[in-house]
């Protein structure tokens, strides 16, 4: 790694003057110095670009330089590209065909804080520890605009439709404008349904965003579903996504008198995205489909050698057209860093005590029992016998049609198709590299018999992997079902189980129930009003829908949890009640009274271990605004690996604003003694209503 200054650079390559030719002559001096085996391939500039070259704006932001057209007055010719720092054979850059031969990010930072997010996102991205795993890492979401024809729509379908034929493992999310209710306002129309599925499905976690359409440097969309509020509004840190916006200027790093949308989703220091792969100036839409189709057919989901590519690798052989649209395409973030892919696979081996053969697929009645036996392989297929951990399965009926509205004058009716109708959702222990869960099939299937899918993910910490097997057929009914004719049990909560009706809580509660009946609970969606709904104070404009929120416990598919974020609650008395369904619809219904009072948001900083270096033990510190509280806290030591060494938990009594030493001896969760080198520690403190706030920091370890 080689690391220096703008400032250095033009000395030594333009006798002091601020020439970005300098920069690009030095990129292609490293470039043709470097010897074999050991090229340069990813080059991260690091600060934030202008188009005032000549610093005549207060407060210009131009430090690191990025390439302007000399047409920077038209909307369409105008230009704001990195790739310039990329032509570096002989006689490249004269020309719009040339291909850049290298990854290059930018970090489009102007502070030492922002630049602190920037980098510890990408390395808290770039650490496998149980907080950052999860099935959102098998997940991709796809949003398109409406209007003009459908253009929008049909090129999300056309890369929904090559996933679905070339990496059909990983779930697809399609979220399209005119699937979703519009309102009219004075502003316009809007689709606040939308904004909340996009919040969500960020909030929850997805691999990719990926996004078709119209779009600014303050948001996506004429209706304004993505706009600056949702991002800043945004907690998933330790779930970032990955952006790609084939659309207008979203990330117009370069206009010093505001921070475009793009680099608010970057810069988001609670979540949004490590990296995007986005747009400076205004695009044209077909040659936008053009390259966000070559990011996905240019080896983005394949490995290379035994690896997965790097960001930096997927934008540069992105880049396969040439031309002006392709350079107004930019990598936002460390291009030397991977996608969190999961790794392994998974082979499913039984259904019912029947081994799979495919082609020859097991039906699943509706009230049947179903047990599913399976292993997990690396990527030759082998069982990997000494895996330990938790494998997290969906199992669908056959794909749900949706039918847009047509809700623009400009947009034409049609169906789409997508697996959201879940039989069973639920967890279970990976013990020696094999599995097996049992579930009851609900009775509300589609009874005409079609292709289900089972859909896999799973992990033990430190790796993970995924599956999926489309060799089973949901139809037809167990006529042998035994009946039953009670509903769910249920029990409601906020925040954890220890809370009591009349409770206290903040304004922002996460509603916990759980839910059991011998049968199983209902989360088909399939049947009219059999859906695990809460409503807050009896008031059905503020009902939410569950079925997606519903797990079940590990081994038993009889039992499971809700959880679910309730935000911006008013003060006050509420009262939520709950109604959920079994599987044969049987229903009940729960109802929890409590009380919401303002409450201060928890604040954690200068999290610091003393001595540092470490030559035996050393202590923890750390500030809070949360005085006279108790608060329960967990610290994570990992290798630099995101092998875990170490956990520690204590309990604060309430105090002052400063913690208080937490000692640790620096030995493992086994008592052995760490070994010399860096360590990531992870700070976690949750107040006794539920909040949550996280730190890291590192240590070094010298005995």
Known sequence: VYVTTPQKIYNEFSSGTHDITAIRDFVKHIYDQSDAGKELKYLLLFGDASYDYKNRLPDNTNFVPCWESVYSLNTI??????????????????????????GIGRFPVDTPAEAKIAVDKSIGY???????????????????????????LNDAQTLTKFLNSYYPVYGLNKLYLDAFPQISTPSGQRAPELNEAINSSIDEGTLIFNYTGHGGEVGLGHERFLTIADINSWTN?????????????????????????????????NGGAVSLFTTTRATYASANLALNMAIFRHNMFEKVNGTYPRFGDIIMHSKVLGGNNDKKFVLIGDPALKMAY??????????????????KPDTLKALSKVQIQGVVTDDNGQKINNYNGTIFSTVFDKKSAISTLGTDPDSRVTTFYMWNSILFKGKAAINNGAFDFSFVVPKDIAYKFGKGRISYYFDNGKSDGHGYTENVVVGGFDDQAVPDTVGPVIHLYMNDSSFSAGDVTHADPVLYARLSDRSGINTTGSGIGHDIVATLDGNLSQSYNLNAYYVADEG??????????????????????????????????AKLSFVVEPSTKLVIEHLVNLPNPVTDGTDFVFDHNQ????????????????????T????????????????????????????????????????????????????????
């Open 77 to 102: 010719s105008s230009i704001a590209s990195d790739d310039y720092f990329g032509y570096l054979d002989d006689g490249e850059g004269a020309s719009s065909s040339d291909r850049v031969d290298i």
């Open 126 to 152: 770039d650490s496998n520890t149980p907080q950052t795993m999860g099935p959102w890492r098998n997940r991709l979401t796809f949003v398109a605009d409406d209007g003009d024809y459908n253009r929008h």
């Open 237 to 269: 840190k330790d779930k970032l996504t990955v952006f790609i916006t084939a659309t207008c200027e979203f990330t117009r790093y370069d206009n010093p008198g505001l921070v475009s949308a793009g680099e608010l989703v970057f810069l988001n220091p």
């Open 342 to 359: 999961p790794e392994d696979k998974v082979k499913t081996t039984y259904i019912n005590t029947k081994a799979v053969i495919v082609g």
């Open 556 to 589: 038993d598919f009889t039992k499971g949890t809700v959880s679910f974020q309730l935000t911006d609650l008013s003060n006050g008395e509420h009262v939520i009640s709950l109604k959920a369904w079994d599987l044969y619809n049987n229903s009940s219904t």
């Open 627 to 646: 005085a006279g509280k108790v608060l329960k806290v967990r610290i994570d030591v990992y290798k630099l690996d995101g092998r875990q060494v170490r």
């Open 648 to 703: 520690l938990y204590r309990e604060l009594k309430p105090g002052g604003f400063t913690s208080g030493r937490i000692h640790w001896n620096c030995t493992t969760d086994t008592g052995k003694k760490i070994s010399r080198g860096i360590y990531v520690y992870q700070l976690q403190v949750t107040t006794p209503d539920g909040q949550t706030k996280y730190l890291r920091n590192k240590l070094v370890f010298i005995q």
